[in-house]
């Protein structure tokens, strides 16, 4: 059994996830925008071991998020699911860019990080001169780009640690609409895959996913010195820093 942490878990693919985590015995901690959401989260999968709330929009919010999910303990796999889509792009680059920086540097390590990408994130650029000075021209596409080259800046940091990213597809939840074209049950068993399988295929890291599959992914991805320098200003305008 594993100790499971899903960012983003209240509804949507995050909360499928969840649903078939446990359904496989493992121990999962749910996490909800607020008090209501969270109580949501738990009444859509009883059997979560708790739900920690915290808003991802707010940098104090997120920090002290990291903090609670400590008080859970350690936890063997952290899922970063949480992400937004029609909304500003202030809210965009602080949900999708800020918020799975700050958890993964202050979340206790776990054997296994997820990041939640998307196929969009090949039409993005990395943009990081715009990060101090103007992030509403940053979008979507740009955020899911940053979550890939964070996912591989921390493969290679952490070489005890499988982190791997991954493109859900264009399924029909609230953020992808009902007439969604892709298949909702394949949006969530990649990451149920990752996180607890056992298959070679998945015991590797700062690969990127899409139905279990490994993809051809934006190569910028790749630019060890882009990492860096997104970790840096991630650092700089949150005051959290990359553990080295």
Not at 86 to 114: D, G, M
Request: net charge neutral; proline share 4%; charged share 20%.
């Amino acid at each position: 059994m594993a100790r499971i942490f899903i960012t983003g878990s209240a509804d949507g693919l995050g909360a499928l996830a969840a649903k078939a985590l446990i359904e496989q015995g493992h121990e999962v901690v749910l996490h909800a925008r607020n008090a209501e959401r969270g109580r949501d989260a738990m009444a859509r999968n009883p059997g979560a071991a708790a739900v920690v709330t915290g808003d991802l929009t707010d940098t104090a919010a997120t920090i002290a998020l990291a903090s609670e999910v400590n008080k859970q303990g350690a936890f063997d796999v952290v899922i970063h699911n949480a992400g937004v889509y029609q909304v500003s792009a202030k809210e965009i680059f602080a949900v999708n860019t800020l918020a799975p920086y700050i958890l993964t540097c202050l979340v206790q390590k776990p054997k296994r990080l997820i990041y939640l990408s998307s196929g969009m994130h090949m039409q993005g650029s990395a943009k990081l001169n715009l990060f101090a000075t103007d992030v509403n021209r940053i979008t979507y596409s740009d955020s899911k780009l940053h979550v890939l080259m964070l996912c591989k800046a921390v493969a290679r940091k952490w070489p005890d640690v499988y982190a791997n990213a991954l493109d859900p597809g264009w399924v029909p939840t609230k953020m992808g609409g009902r007439g969604a074209p892709d298949d909702l049950q394949k949006g969530y068993e990649t990451q149920v895959w990752l996180a607890t399988s056992g298959d070679a295929a998945a015991q590797v890291s700062g690969r990127y996913f899409f139905h279990q599959k490994e993809r051809p992914y934006n190569r910028e991805a790749d630019d060890v010195l882009l990492q860096d320098q997104l970790l840096q200003q991630c650092a700089a305008l949150t005051g959290v820093s990359f553990p080295q």
